[in-house]
């Protein structure tokens, strides 16, 4: 099992920042692609934005330029640094990691991993 960590969530008025965090622990495990998803109240989750092993990354249109993704590989880790936050922002975040070897059994079709949440709430 992959277990997730996630901190950094919290009230932010408009226009400020935020930096979310998430390390992977366990044993026996690979990491492929890391991410930030969020779900707001009454809304589907969505990706917010993921990043590959080798550092390539993608974002949400609605984020772009404004939210930035990267990860430390040598501490299992992903954050998200967020500015410019707008109201529209505020939802529960989730960190998301693909693994396709977990306590040395081989998932081809990849195995999920998912945090337990941290509210962002953009507010003035």
């Known amino acids: 099992q992959v277990h997730l960590v996630e901190s950094g969530g919290g009230l932010v008025q408009p226009g400020g920042s935020l930096r979310l965090s998430c390390a992977a622990s366990?044993?026996?495990?690979?990491?492929?692609?890391m991410g930030w998803y969020r779900q707001a109240p009454g809304k589907q989750r969505e990706l917010v934005a993921a990043?590959?092993?080798?550092?390539?990354?993608n974002y949400a249109d609605s984020v772009k330029g404004r939210f930035t993704i990267s990860r430390d590989n040598a501490k299992n880790t992903v954050y998200l640094r967020m500015n410019s936050l707008k109201p529209e922002d505020t939802a529960v975040y989730y960190c998301h990691v693909d693994s396709t070897f977990v306590g040395g059994v081989y998932y081809r079709d990849g195995y999920d991993s998912w945090g337990q949440g941290t509210q962002v709430t953009v507010s003035s």
């Open positions: 990043i590959t092993s080798g550092g390539s990354a």
């Open positions: 366990g044993s026996s495990f690979n990491i492929n692609a």
